[in-house]
């Protein structure tokens, strides 16, 4: 069964940082494009970070550029998502999710885990 | 970036109903390069709909995509109880991807 498992979320102060880790089982990782999707309560759905299948290529939305840093390990099968100098506004469900297609590129999301919640509180 | 506009916010229906969604898009969507997810309170959102009218693996044909350019549509034929949930559309035709805002389809 194909898999994605994230954990690593938790409170955290403003200013803070947190590392979020997804396990992937099922299908061979290294094959596929991954991406950091995240939901903030109530709220829609926000695009947050991807990387290509080999680490080589990299994106962040705006909100988060300077701050999150997108990685992977394809031996281990896990996908990070390393976050620093919090803010309120990171607060949401963050979900790791599979592109749609193998290889290089980002594309649409066949597979999404179901989310490890951020919370940035005082 | 291509932002994308839903309509509406909200849709109130009966079971048996149709379902018209709405996704435009501020600039055209190359190559058709638009998704469609469905997402239920509490769960992660479900891929239903790529390549703007590719239906994904287990997706029942009540659900179908069709436009191109900039205005797409979601269209579900006959509303089951399991279909009232918020939608959203997402294009991957250029960088940055987004996401459309969501419709909340909602039983009338």
């Known amino acids: 069964e194909v898999q994605l498992v994230e954990s690593g979320g938790g409170l955290v102060s403003p200013g803070g940082s947190l590392r979020l880790s997804c396990a992937a089982s099922g299908f061979t990782f290294s094959s596929y494009s991954m991406h950091w999707v995240r939901q903030a309560p109530g709220k829609g759905l926000e695009y947050v970070s991807a990387?290509?299948?080999?680490?080589?290529?990299?994106y962040y939305a705006d909100s988060v550029k300077g701050r999150f840093t997108i990685s992977r390990d394809n031996f281990k099968n896990m996908l990070y998502l390393e976050m620093g100098s919090l803010r309120p506004e990171d607060m949401a469900v963050y979900h790791c999710v599979r592109d749609g297609v193998e290889g290089y590129y980002f594309y649409y999301m066949d597979v999404w885990g179901k989310g490890t919640t951020v919370t940035v509180s005082s | 970036e291509i932002v994308l506009t839903q309509s509406p916010g909200t849709l109130s229906l009966s079971p048996g109903e149709r379902a018209t969604l709405s996704c435009r898009a501020s600039q055209s969507v190359s190559s058709s390069y638009l998704a469609w997810y469905q997402q239920k309170p509490g769960q992660a959102p479900r891929l239903l709909i790529y390549g703007a009218s590719s239906r994904a693996t287990g997706i029942p044909d009540r659900f179908s995509g069709s436009g191109s350019g900039t205005d797409f549509t979601l269209t579900i034929s006959r509303l089951e109880p399991e279909d009232f949930a918020v939608y959203y559309c997402?294009?991957?035709?250029?960088?940055?991807?987004?996401f459309g805002g969501g419709t909340k389809v909602e039983i009338k």
């Open positions: 997402q294009q991957y035709g250029r960088s940055p991807l987004t």
């Open positions: 990387i290509n299948r080999n680490g080589g290529s990299t």
